[in-house]
């Protein structure tokens, strides 16, 4: 494959999975789904994510939120996702999900909001329902109320590094300039390693496919099966990406 078969694949990729996500969450008749970032204006290429807001009524919330894990695996398998009770909308669910498809690896970020909490971003697009929304900021979980923060478990925090580190392989492709995102990897790893008695080296993290690749070999170590599953499936992600750019 070439590199502009392999565009066009996941280019492709991404609008299927996209359609698959408004398809699998209309069946549950929300108010409203939104699209934000840059899949409003048509994504930045073919390593951009899907960032979707959907809004149900308050009295549907809760049976949403416990039936989402199986939501998500509806849509298409889950290798690795990470939840974040800090970033939800209040009342909500705030998800970062890599899913496979035929097409590949793919990352989309998921807010669940209730009705009552939703405020759509301005540059948000409406894919079904209500676009009457009000927009402006978000109100999330860490805005309201500061004693909020995330419970941690090893595998939760497992997969929160898997999910950071996959996420920023476009960002070695884009050669980003902002070291905003390998800053915010670096303080993860650095509290995960004290959190968890240091069971990982310390790594001078950078944004290149062999620190990547060191990092997850770290975290294969200390995973288990799924995210094993998750890591071998990245590290030939990796690989095509480096051959072909």
């Known amino acids: ?143 309201v109320d500061e004693n909020i923060h995330d419970s941690h478990t090893l595998r939760k925090d497992v997969n929160l590094l898997i999910d950071l580190i996959f996420i920023s392989i476009k960002g070695i492709v884009r050669k980003w300039e902002d070291d905003a995102f390998i800053r915010t990897l670096n303080k993860v790893h650095t509290a995960f390693r004290e959190k968890y008695d240091q069971s990982m080296k310390r790594r001078r993290i950078s944004l290149s496919f062999k620190s990547h690749k060191r990092l997850l070999s770290d975290l294969y170590k200390i995973s288990d099966k799924t995210q094993k599953r998750a890591i071998n499936k990245i590290r030939k992600y990796i690989h095509q990406i480096e051959s072909l750019y």
């Open 1 to 143: 494959m070439n590199i502009e078969e392999f565009k066009h694949k996941r280019v492709e990729g991404r609008r299927q999975l996209l359609e698959k996500i408004v398809e699998t969450f209309e069946s549950f008749e929300p108010v409203a789904i939104h699209q934000f970032g840059s899949g409003t204006k048509g994504f930045n290429d073919e390593f951009s994510d899907i960032d979707i807001w959907i809004t149900f009524q308050d009295d549907e919330i809760e049976s949403i939120l416990q039936e989402i894990s199986s939501i998500f695996k509806r849509i298409a398998p889950v290798i690795i996702r990470h939840y974040s009770k800090s970033w939800s909308p209040v009342g909500g669910s705030a998800n970062s999900v890599i899913h496979e498809t035929e097409y590949g690896l793919f990352v989309v970020d998921y807010y669940i909001s209730k009705l009552s909490e939703t405020v759509i971003k301005n540059d948000s697009a409406v894919l079904y329902g209500d676009d009457s929304l009000e927009r402006g900021e978000w109100r999330l979980n860490k805005d």
